[in-house]
């Protein structure tokens, strides 16, 4: 199983970012998928989730009507669109998938596959 996130970069306050991760190794269209994010001496925290069943979606409070997360089954992608965002958005964002059936959890514990992460930061 491989994930590969793109997309991350330097951003001023009140840009936007557009990252990207793609699957291969397993039967993408069945897991729900969620993006992570990991600021300097912080722990890792959810973000957000789409569900594999009926694509619905769930966000942090922090990143909530900032923040759009959306997935392509034919290209097995998981997309996190980046609105607004603030110098506390600063962090290596991570995509996941618990690579199992189930439903949308957003402890990081829970999935298993990672991507290697991209970084954003955000200027202020």
């Known amino acids: 199983v491989q994930l590969v996130e793109s997309g991350g970069g330097l951003a001023r306050t009140g840009g936007s970012l557009r990252l990207s991760c793609v699957a291969s190794?397993?039967?993408?269209?069945?897991?729900?998928w969620a993006w992570f994010r990991q600021a300097p001496g912080k722990e890792r925290e959810f973000v957000a989730a789409?569900?594999?069943?009926?694509?619905?979606?769930h966000y942090a409070d922090s990143v909530k009507d900032r923040f759009t997360i959306s997935r392509d089954n034919g290209k097995n992608s998981v997309y996190l669109q980046l609105n607004s965002l603030k110098p506390e958005d600063t962090a290596v964002y991570y995509c996941?998938?618990?690579?199992?059936?189930?439903?949308?959890?957003?402890?990081?514990?829970?999935?298993?596959?990672w991507g290697q992460g991209t970084e954003v930061t955000v200027s202020s």
């Open positions: 996941a998938t618990p690579g199992a059936w189930g439903t949308v959890v957003t402890r990081a514990i829970e999935y298993k596959y």
């Open positions: 190794g397993l039967v993408f269209s069945s897991f729900t």
């Open positions: 789409v569900s594999w069943s009926d694509g619905s979606t």
